[in-house]
């Protein structure tokens, strides 16, 4: 089974930045894509941020043009940059990877999740 361990949340003021790391064991298959996710008290689980191994990226409206992801296929790790926070952006963020074996053999597996509180 694919682990997922997340680390980098925390507690940031308004304007400040985060940084979020995932690395994944387990696997030697092609994880396509990494991504971010998060949900915050009372709202569904969004989209934050995707990559593939190729590098394609796509972002949440919200997030645009203040987010960065990013990752190392040789790690199996990836990132996101955070900046210019909002106390909008405070949720549980959530490591996703789409983890492919081989035709019709795909699985999502997730971390555990880390909190990102932004104060006002």
């Known amino acids: 089974q694919v682990q997922l361990v997340e680390s980098g949340g925390g507690l940031v003021q308004s304007g400040g930045s985060l940084k979020l790391s995932c690395a994944a064991s387990?696997?030697?298959?092609?994880?396509?894509?990494m991504g971010w996710y998060r949900q915050a008290p009372g709202k569904q689980r969004e989209l934050v941020a995707t990559i593939t191994s190729g590098g394609s990226r796509n972002y949440a409206d919200t997030v645009k043009g203040r987010f960065t992801i990013s990752r190392d296929n040789a790690k199996n790790t990836v990132y996101l940059q955070m900046n210019s926070l909002e106390p909008e952006d405070t949720a549980v963020y959530y490591c996703n990877a789409h983890v492919i074996r081989y035709w019709r053999n795909e699985y999502d597996y997730w971390g555990q999740g880390t909190q990102v509180t932004v104060s006002s």
């Open positions: 387990g696997s030697s298959f092609r994880i396509d894509p």
